[in-house]
Each structure stands twice: as C-alpha cells, then as structure tokens.
C-alpha cells in the first residue's frame, strides 16, 4: 500500500511489568513481542515504517536491528501516547495518507483484520477508525462510551465513572488516521486526566467536537487484541500463541501427548507422525522431520532433524544437525555444529561439539567429542575424550572409518586414527595411528606376587 504508513510505541517503561528490560523486548514464544507486531506492519507493504522508541531506546533499537526499513523516533520524556505519536512529525506531518497506528505490546494482532480495519476507515472516510473488542474483563483498557450508537469518546480505567467501568467494550490500542487533519489535532491533546499524560484516545473527544466522522470496528475474537502489561498478562499471550501452535501440528499430523506442556515455538516445523512427548521445548528455527520420537524433557533449539530420528530423554539440542535414524540420549548434549550422520547413536552423557560421528557410528556411554571428524562405522568406547583445546587452540581429531576407540580414550588432538584401526582402553593418543593397527598408549601392568599378605605382616 503506498500511501499507508505505520507507526508502531515502543517507547513507555512498562512500569507494570517491573522490568529493566523494556516490555517490549519481553519475549513471546521465543521473540520479542515487538518482533510479532513488525512482522504483522510487514504484511500490509507499507510505504513507512516508524517505532517510537524512548525508555532504553538503545536496546530496542539493537533489538530490530535485523529489520529492513524501519525507522527510529526518539520520544523523550515519554508523557503519553498521544505525546508519542506527535513526535513522529518531523517524519510524517508532510505527507499525505493514511497512518495506521500499532502498539508494540499488542502482539497477537492479525494482519487481515488490520487490512478490513483499513478498508472500513477508506470506505467511511473517516478522520479516525479505532479497533474495537467486545470482552468479559475490561479491567485496565479504555473503555468505549457510544451515544446514539456512535463513539463519542474512550475513557481510560483511572478517569472512568463507575458506570462507564461496566462497559465491556474496550480500545484496542490500534487506529487508523487520516494524516491531513492528525498532527494539528494531536497538538490541542491536554494532559488533564488521572495520568497526566498526553492520552492519544482523546482524539476522539477532539474529532468529534469538531465534527469529523470517527469509525470503530469491532472485533469478536478479542484474544488477538490483548495487551501485554503484567507478567501474567506475558504468560496468557504465551500460552495462546503455545496452543494455536499445537493445534497446528496436531491438525498436521503430529501427535503430541501433553499440550499444556510442549512448547515449540512458532517457526518450528514438524513432519507428520512424529510424537512429541510431555515437557519438549522446540525452539527457534527448528526443524523435525517426519515418524521422529522426542521423548520427555528434551529441549532441542535451531536443530535440524531428518526422518525417524529418535531422541531420549532429556537431551539439550542446539544448533545441530541429526540424520535420519539416528538415536540420541537419554542424557546427551549436542552443541553447535554436532553432525550425526544416518543411524548413528549418541549415549548418555555424551557431549559433541564441532563434530561429525559418520554413519552407523556410536558413541554410547561418556565420551567428549569435539573438532573431530569421526567416519562411518567407528565405534568410540566409554569414556573417551577428544583432548582438542591446548588452552590457546583448538586442535582437530580425525578418525576413520570401522576404527574401535576403546574405552577411557585421551586423543591428544592433533591426532588421526586410520581406517580399520583399533585403540586399545586407557591409551593416551598423541601419535598418529596407521590404518589397520593397534595403538597402545599406556603403562605396563606390573603384578607384584604376594604383595598384600606382606603388607599385613603383624608387627613384632
Ligand atoms: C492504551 C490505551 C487504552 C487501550 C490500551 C490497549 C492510552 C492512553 N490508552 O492503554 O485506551 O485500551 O492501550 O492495549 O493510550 N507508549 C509510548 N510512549 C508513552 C506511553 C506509552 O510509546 O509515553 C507505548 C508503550 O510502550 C506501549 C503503548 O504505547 O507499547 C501503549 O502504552 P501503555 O502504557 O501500555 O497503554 P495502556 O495503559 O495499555
Ligand atoms: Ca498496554
């Protein structure tokens, strides 16, 4: 839409939420709040972009540094919405248009209801269109006062009459503005209410007593509309956005044992048949492929899975890669750039870091396995380490295919261990070891004969 521009606050304290993080970097489902709300502005292809930032407006802008086109207001001191929308004059007072309005701690807002809420502002001409929701518990928003069935005003919970705290239809913070007439009407806003601030809803009071047209929409599904003050008010956005997510999978073909405790975050994706035991968290960019097993506790971020990928019990996952039919954990931790080539097996207590275990490999029991390149077939015992850090760098291992690590391993990176090779258990490894041999790194075993009677010999 190229006469669309869209401003979005972000700019107040979040006093409620009792923070030194801004609130709307507190996250939903994994992202900033304010990351949801951007998204949803992009749908409609806007010609502008503004997000007013204020308190620690640093952070927020770091915050949506990935952003393309989005431009910064500094509204500093913050007195109000209304005293926020006005900075963005020096930007947009020249400009002609409609200017849709977001709060950046509304999340959940829909972009097709933001399209019908433009749609009714151009067909009613109106100098002001304000979304609208009928709910049960209207304790904290602006309330709605209609006379002859037309708005005349929003009154904000502090300054309500107690009848006018009894309607149940609320502002949700979102408006759509003519900009010929915003920026004069913006300025006559005065701070004479509970807060004493500039209240961007008194526009309607303004519009109205100059006799302009002012439009509401109304929309029945209030959840998408919910605000973000309180932490509480965080978790039951959270947990709307958790379910509709499972519902999705669900609806998709993934079995999910306990949704009340599966969080998977909404960029997820997850194949048909896979079954998601109670307490997983999936998060980020993940991707699980089809007929995979997560069992209880497992929390796997920005992972990749292929097909039939088992894994057990909690195992923390993150930045890693899984081929299909592998079996990981219980207990394993896959850092980033763990590799786990086809039907390989990762044990408990097994930690791999920068590493590739090839096909039909296993590491089954305590190993650390990191900067190595382990081929197809090898067989790596309990308790085996790749000494990869010598306190400066980070030194590779290389071992080759069907090659058996017995168990209580050191290999002294540098190091490769050839094709076919066997190491014998508690070798220290510091020298390559040939293809087809045995390396054995160890200190003879003396038995001295008779040794412990001796040592209890009574004493004279
Ligand atoms: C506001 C509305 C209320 C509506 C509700 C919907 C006002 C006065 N009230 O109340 O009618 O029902 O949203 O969610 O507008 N902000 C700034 N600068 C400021 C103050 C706030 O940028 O000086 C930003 C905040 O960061 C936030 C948004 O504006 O993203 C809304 O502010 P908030 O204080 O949460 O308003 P509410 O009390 O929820
Ligand atoms: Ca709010």
């Given at each position: 839409m190229p006469d669309l521009h869209v401003v979005i606050l972000a700019?107040?304290?979040?006093?409620?939420?009792?923070?030194?993080?801004?609130?709307?970097?507190h996250r939903v489902a994994g992202r900033p709040m304010l990351h949801y709300v951007l998204r949803t502005a992009a749908l409609l292809s806007p010609h502008t972009v503004i997000v007013v930032v204020g308190y620690l407006a640093e952070s927020v802008r770091r915050a949506l540094s990935d952003a393309p086109n989005v431009q910064f207001v500094v509204q500093e001191p913050q007195l109000g919405t209304g005293h926020a929308l006005l900075q963005t004059a020096p930007v947009l007072e020249q400009l002609a248009g409609t200017l849709l309005l977001l709060s950046?701690?509304?999340?959940?807002?829909r972009g097709d209801t933001l399209e019908r809420l433009i749609q009714t502002h151009e067909s009613s001409r109106s100098a002001a269109t304000i979304l609208t929701a009928q709910v049960q518990q209207p304790y904290g928003y602006g309330r709605i006062v209609r006379t002859d069935g037309r708005i005349s005003k929003i009154v904000e919970e502090g300054d309500a009459s107690p009848a006018e705290r009894q309607?149940?239809?609320?502002?949700?913070?979102i408006y759509v503005f003519d900009l010929t007439s915003l920026f004069p009407a913006l300025r006559s806003?005065?701070?004479?209410n509970a807060q004493g601030e500039y209240y961007l809803p008194d526009l309607v009071r303004i519009y109205r007593r100059q006799q302009r047209v002012v439009e509401t929409m109304t929309l029945q599904r209030p959840d998408e509309v919910r605000g973000i003050n309180s932490r509480s008010e965080l978790a039951e956005v959270n947990r709307i956005v958790r379910q509709k997510k499972n519902e999705e999978l669900m609806a998709a073909g993934v079995t999910i044992e306990d949704p009340t405790t599966t969080y998977v975050d909404p960029d997820v994706r997850v194949g048909p048949d896979t079954v998601i035991h109670p307490g997983v968290h999936l998060e980020g960019r993940t991707r699980v492929g089809a007929a995979c097993e997560i069992h209880a506790g497992v929390r796997i971020v920005d992972s990749v899975l292929e097909d039939r990928v088992t894994v057990k019990n909690f195992c923390v996952i993150q930045e890693a890669r899984i081929a299909s039919g592998a079996i990981i954990g219980p207990f394993a931790h896959l850092r980033p750039d763990a590799d786990i080539r086809q039907n390989a097996r990762v044990g408990n207590f097994v930690e791999l870091k920068k590493s590739v275990l090839g096909p039909g490999s296993k590491a089954n029991h305590l190993a650390y396995l990191g900067n190595a390149t382990i081929g197809s077939n090898v067989n790596i015992g309990a308790g085996?380490?790749?000494?990869?850090?010598?306190g400066v760098q980070k030194h590779p291992t290389i071992i080759e295919d069907d090659a058996f690590i017995g168990s209580d391993t050191q290999l002294i990176a540098p190091v490769t261990v050839g094709r076919g090779a066997y190491i014998a258990a508690g070798s220290s490894i510091t020298d390559d070891v040939p293809a087809g041999a045995l390396g054995i790194a160890r200190g003879q075993q003396v038995n001295k004969e008779g040794w412990v009677a001796g040592k209890k010999k009574p004493r004279a």
């Open positions: 700019a107040g304290k979040g006093t409620r939420i009792k923070s030194s993080l801004p609130k709307v970097l950046g701690d509304v999340p959940l807002l309607i149940k239809e609320v502002n949700a913070g806003l005065g701070t004479q085996t380490i790749t000494c990869n850090y010598d």
